[in-house]
């Protein structure tokens, strides 16, 4: 018989939680529970019907408490796809529970808490695993084979990047979490945490981190890494996507230029988490150790000023007005 191992979802009402019921159905396991405030979930229905839901904590804390001293088994992970603020608190709840943790990216809003985290996994035995899935996309896997054989020759080489990532929101992004700082992080957190990570990850960790536009809509700004000049913008606004893309009925624009070649990685995101579970359950995760990077980074954007259209800065920030 397999080894089916059993999950928890805590936020199953979210845009990124049925991808992780997806990946959990796909890895042959089985989801015994979920929770979430929000009632209408009708996509559990497609995955996982017989899975008790919960939409109060203490309920939820009660069946996960129960659930191990009434049938001799633990539930092995929770998936946590809560708003950014509350993941360190459900990363905590998950370990001191007797779980493992998979937690969506950002994994936590400050480089302090994996810090505490790294300790509750010492007490526990447990462990916590970022989707950092952009790791596993086969353009850039390919990418960071072609920069690594490339350094091998000129170790000293420099590469310069354009970072562009243009989503479109509408109005309820800002009464949501997501609009609010102090819950999402901002939007270096909400929709750059994972591209930057993917850039230290293939040339090196952040040696300088500048901001020269912070809007309620758009960052934009300028890293030096160990082996790369970035240039990014990141905006939420529909506006600042490029007229021929909208006139394609696009809502989404991203771009990653490495020397001016642009990087094709638009398609191949469909199946990235379920082989991001694949990779956990074979013990392969990404841990706190590969989080702290992009968390720093993020930090760091959200705790400092901008400088304004000053030096190397991306020239999509002309666009604001």
């Given at each position: 018989?397999?080894?089916?191992?059993?999950?928890?979802?805590?936020?199953?009402?979210?845009?990124?939680?049925?991808?992780?019921?997806?990946?959990?159905?796909?890895?042959?396991?089985?989801?015994?529970?979920?929770?979430?405030?929000?009632?209408?979930?009708?996509?559990?229905?497609?995955?996982?019907?017989?899975?008790?839901?919960?939409?109060?904590?203490?309920?939820?804390?009660?069946?996960?408490?129960?659930?191990?001293?009434?049938?001799?088994?633990?539930?092995?992970?929770?998936?946590?796809?809560?708003?950014?603020?509350?993941?360190?608190?459900?990363?905590?709840?998950?370990?001191?529970?007797?779980?493992?943790?998979?937690?969506?990216?950002?994994?936590?809003?400050?480089?302090?808490?994996?810090?505490?985290?790294?300790?509750?996994?010492?007490?526990?035995?447990?462990?916590?695993?970022?989707?950092?899935?952009?790791?596993?996309?086969?353009?850039?896997?390919?990418?960071?084979?072609?920069?690594?054989?490339?350094?091998?020759?000129?170790?000293?080489?420099?590469?310069?990047?354009?970072?562009?990532?243009?989503?479109?929101?509408?109005?309820?992004?800002?009464?949501?979490?997501?609009?609010?700082?102090?819950?999402?992080?901002?939007?270096?957190?909400?929709?750059?945490?994972?591209?930057?990570?993917?850039?230290?990850?293939?040339?090196?960790e952040v040696?300088?981190?500048?901001?020269?536009?912070?809007?309620?809509?758009?960052?934009?700004?300028?890293?030096?890494?160990?082996?790369?000049?970035?240039?990014?913008?990141?905006?939420?606004?529909?506006?600042?996507?490029?007229?021929?893309?909208?006139?394609?009925?696009?809502?989404?624009?991203?771009?990653?230029?490495?020397?001016?070649?642009?990087?094709?990685?638009?398609?191949?995101?469909?199946?990235?988490?379920?082989?991001?579970?694949?990779?956990?359950l074979a013990?392969?995760?990404?841990?706190?150790?590969?989080?702290?990077?992009?968390?720093?980074?993020?930090?760091?954007?959200?705790?400092?000023?901008?400088?304004?259209?000053?030096?190397?800065?991306?020239?999509?920030?002309k666009k604001?007005?």
């Amino acid at each position: 018989m397999p080894n089916i191992k059993r999950f928890a979802l805590i936020g199953a009402s979210g845009y990124i939680a049925p991808r992780h019921m997806q990946a959990i159905t796909e890895t042959g396991n089985e989801l015994v529970a979920a929770l979430d405030p929000y009632d209408g979930i009708g996509i559990m229905d497609s995955h996982f019907p017989q899975a008790s839901f919960f939409t109060e904590f203490e309920r939820f804390d009660r069946f996960v408490d129960k659930y191990h001293r009434e049938n001799e088994k633990r539930i092995d992970y929770m998936a946590i796809t809560t708003p950014n603020y509350l993941h360190d608190a459900h990363i905590r709840f998950a370990l001191k529970s007797g779980a493992d943790a998979i937690c969506e990216k950002p994994l936590v809003l400050n480089p302090h808490n994996i810090d505490q985290l790294k300790i509750i996994e010492q007490e526990t035995g447990k462990r916590v695993n970022n989707i950092l899935q952009l790791r596993l996309h086969p353009s850039i896997i390919a990418l960071k084979e072609k920069v690594q054989k490339e350094l091998i020759e000129n170790p000293n080489k420099v590469y310069d990047i354009d970072l562009t990532y243009l989503t479109s929101r509408g109005k309820w992004y800002f009464v949501s979490w997501k609009g609010d700082e102090a819950k999402s992080g901002g939007i270096a957190s909400n929709i750059g945490v994972h591209f930057y990570d993917m850039l230290c990850w293939i040339f090196g960790e952040v040696e300088e981190n500048i901001v020269h536009l912070k809007t309620p809509d758009a960052n934009a700004g300028g890293f030096k890494l160990k082996h790369a000049n970035v240039r990014w913008f990141l905006s939420v606004n529909y506006d600042y996507i490029p007229q021929d893309v909208r006139d394609a009925g696009q809502t989404t624009f991203r771009s990653i230029t490495v020397d001016g070649d642009e990087i094709e990685f638009s398609g191949g995101f469909k199946d990235l988490h379920t082989r991001s579970y694949e990779e956990i359950l074979a013990g392969n995760g990404f841990g706190l150790d590969e989080a702290y990077g992009s968390i720093r980074t993020v930090a760091a954007i959200r705790n400092q000023d901008a400088i304004g259209l000053k030096g190397e800065y991306h020239p999509f920030c002309k666009k604001i007005k």
